[in-house]
């Protein structure tokens, strides 16, 4: 899920009523979940190896920090694939986020 947005929003915000429904993916996509922040300033990567659902961490970030553009991610390893911090999406290089 990616936005972008003329002024700062939180997920939740940008999403409305669908941001639950769509939060219901992590608990089959439950490897990890990543989180791209984009202010015209600054970019920040945010990732963690668990659920988003079942995250404590994902919940206070989503509901707490705003960006006009951000890009989300839950991800479902392919077989054989290591579960680990560095194979979260997304993945960042320099200020780009992808």
Not at 47 to 53: M, Q, T, Y
Not at 65 to 86: I, M, N
Request: cysteine-free; hydrophobic content about 45%.
């Amino acid at each position: 899920m990616a936005y972008s947005s003329k002024t700062s929003v939180n997920l939740p915000e940008f999403m409305g009523q669908g941001f639950s429904d769509f939060l219901k993916l992590s608990e089959v996509h439950n490897d990890s979940w990543g989180l791209a922040l984009a202010n015209p300033d600054s970019a920040k990567v945010i990732k963690e190896v668990a659920s988003a659902a079942s995250s404590a961490r994902f919940s206070e970030i989503i509901s707490n920090q705003s960006a006009p553009g951000a890009l989300l991610h839950f991800r479902w390893a392919s077989p054989g694939l290591g579960v680990t911090h560095e194979n979260a999406h997304p993945f960042s290089f320099e200020d780009i986020a992808f």
